[in-house]
T-cell receptor, first 113, second 114 residues
Framework: NAGVTQTPKFQVLKTGQSMTLQCAQD?????MYWYRQDPGMGLRLIYY???????DKGEVPNGYNVSRLNKREFSLRLESAAPSQTSVYFC????????????FGPGTRLLVL | AQKITQTQPGMFVQEKEAVTLDCTYD???????LFWYKQPSSGEMIFLIY??????QNATEGRYSLNFQKARKSANLVISASQLGDSAMYFC???????????FGTGTRLLVSP
């Protein structure tokens, strides 16, 4: 039982390059989330998916797209990376119901030059 | 505005002492949840404790307890008998049931000294 996994762990991009961050969970959770964490700030929600087949914008969606490929997988795409997107990206999942706990992946550290 | 405020950027405590990390929240929602997460230097986010807005008893999980004062809109984390491994960033977060989103504070860095 791996929980929430993210790939890659680290990535360096040049401005304008594209990449996809992968996230998968094996806990049969319904909802999945993408956050970014910047120095001195808490986590901010980029996009989320309440269930398979649905996605919605969070607090900071500009410059990102997402795909909920199936119940297990939720990917985050940067079409044209910018230095402002240098951050640590966390994926999380939640089993909808009374217990609202979100479980987080280990994070992806992204540097855009 | 739906907001979490953590006013202590850093806290120091000696090993085996208790420490309280402050968290206040601002919401007009009737139903919400409050979380604390720990982020060690390795970077992962570790769930510690949860308190629902309708829970009458304060939540406890081992050495962690959440001092929930609803009228004051505070949800402080109390760590009893601090250990060196407790040194980390601690984030308070509020779950907004109405929109199914988690709102995070800016965190408190705790340093436990021998």
């Amino acid at each position: 039982n791996a929980g929430v996994t993210q790939t890659p762990k680290f990535q360096v991009l040049k401005t304008g390059q594209s990449m996809t961050l992968q996230c998968a969970q094996d806990m049969n959770h319904n909802s999945m989330y993408w956050y970014r964490q910047d120095p001195g700030m808490g986590l901010r929600l980029i996009y989320y998916s309440a269930s398979e087949g649905t996605t919605d914008k969070g607090e900071v969606p500009n410059g990102y797209n997402v795909s909920r490929l199936n119940k297990r997988e939720f990917s985050l795409r940067l079409e044209s990376a910018a230095p402002s997107q240098t951050s640590v990206y966390f994926c999380a999942s939640r089993l909808a119901g009374n217990q609202e706990t979100q479980y987080f992946g280990p994070g992806t550290r992204l540097l855009v030059l | 505005a739906q907001k979490i405020t953590q006013t202590q950027p850093g806290m120091f405590v000696q090993e085996k002492e208790a420490v309280t990390l402050d968290c206040t929240y601002d919401t007009s929602d009737q139903s919400y949840g409050l979380f604390w997460y720990k982020q060690p230097s390795s970077g992962e986010m570790i769930f510690l404790i949860y308190q629902g807005s309708y829970d009458e008893q304060n939540a406890t999980e081992g050495r962690y307890s959440l001092n929930f004062q609803k009228a004051r809109k505070s949800a402080n984390l109390v760590i009893s008998a601090s250990q060196l491994g407790d040194s980390a960033m601690y984030f308070c977060a509020m779950w907004r049931v109405s929109v199914e989103k988690l709102v995070f504070g800016t965190g408190t860095r705790l340093l436990v000294s021998p």
